[in-house]
């Protein structure tokens, strides 16, 4: 019996309900998934800086104090205490600390799986640097006056010094308060004139359906990457011929099959590459012909090579290709 059958047979008892809101979560977007990779408070000398040809994960920071430099794809701003910074997966990102004082900020990486290893956040193209008036704008909301965002991630960080289990649930969810509060903000930002494409793609994205052939190819890039796969061979999972299937895929994720699906292993392999397994192994795992292929294609989108990316998984400093 469902929840709507349990509730039928319920009100044909001797009570009425006084109040009933009731809201079930079903569809696509109960499928996503939050995956807290670290959280960190960290203050960096003069010489910090950040180099990347695409980015491996999600990043939400606070400035505390300084300056930083955020370059993602063509945007190049600076970002001041009190200015959120969201760094996206996928994107070529810089950041470097602009003057000779120490650049203080707080956050977490993490990563929002759709169907498997998608990561919803590849979607969009904000710009990355929210200003700290437009955050403070927020606090009209009453549940974003209860919970302001410095005291999240603080709270974060503090949980996950305790690392017991009950601090596990909690850090987990004030960091996806944290992410909540910045998708609000990127989903009201004020259209100005030049931004007005950037923020509207944003929009869309956040309120994006995706078609159920989609879906379905999506999932089954998902569960067999590691396999031979061919526009011709997704196209027969969805009974539509190669050529609409991959205008009808472009249309909706904005790149053609095959390149989302180079994403989808690349992104796999470089979470893999957390584990101690050989890069030739993790390489034949994620579908690629052998280890110097796979280098090769990590580096194209990363900016640097699997050994670099492995180093830097356990030590949030400079990375620079």
């Known amino acids: 019996m469902d929840v709507n059958s349990q509730l039928s047979a319920s009100e044909s008892g001797p009570f009425s309900w006084l109040q009933r809101d ?46 930083c430099n955020v370059s ?6 600076c970002a001041r205490a009190g200015d959120a910074v969201l760094l996206t ?15 203080s ?34 606090s009209e909301d009453q549940i974003w006056k209860r919970f302001p965002l410095e005291e999240l991630l603080t709270g974060a960080v503090q949980e996950s010094r305790l690392r017991h289990a009950d601090s596990t649930f909690a850090v987990n969810g004030l960091a996806q308060l944290a992410l909540a509060q910045i998708l609000r903000a990127v989903s009201k930002s004020p259209l100005t004139s030049a931004a007005d494409a950037t923020w509207q793609h944003a929009q869309h994205s956040l309120n994006m359906q995706l078609s159920d052939d989609i879906v379905q190819a999506l999932q089954f890039m998902t569960q067999h990457y590691a396999a031979r796969i061919d526009v011709s061979l997704l196209a027969r999972t969805v ?6 299937f991959s205008r009808k895929f472009k249309a909706a994720l904005g790149v053609p099959p095959i390149e989302y699906l180079q994403r989808v292993r690349l992104q796999q392999a470089a979470q893999q590459l957390a584990s101690s397994d050989g890069i030739g192994l993790i ?25 670099v990316h492995r180093q830097h998984l356990h030590n949030f400093g400079p990375t620079v290709s």
């Open 105 to 138: 900020f707080v956050g977490f990486t993490f990563r929002l799986r759709l169907l498997g290893d998608i990561d919803f956040l590849s979607f969009l193209e904000n710009e990355p640097i929210l200003e700290q008036a437009f955050l403070a704008s927020l």
């Open 22 to 67: 009731h809201f079930e979560f079903a569809g696509l977007w109960k499928g996503i998934e939050f995956d807290l990779l670290s959280t960190f408070d960290v203050v960096t000398d003069a010489g910090w800086n950040i180099e990347r040809r695409a980015q491996a994960w999600n990043e939400i920071w606070l400035i505390r104090s300084g300056e």
């Open 89 to 103: 997966v996928g994107r070529s990102r810089a950041t470097r600390n602009l003057t000779s004082n120490p650049l």
């Open 72 to 77: 993602v794809g063509s945007f190049n701003g």
């Open 239 to 244: 009974h539509l011929t190669p050529k609409h």
């Open 283 to 307: 390489a034949a795992r994620c579908g690629f012909e052998n280890a110097a292929h796979f280098s090769r294609a990590f580096k194209a989108h990363f900016g640097i090579t699997p050994t």
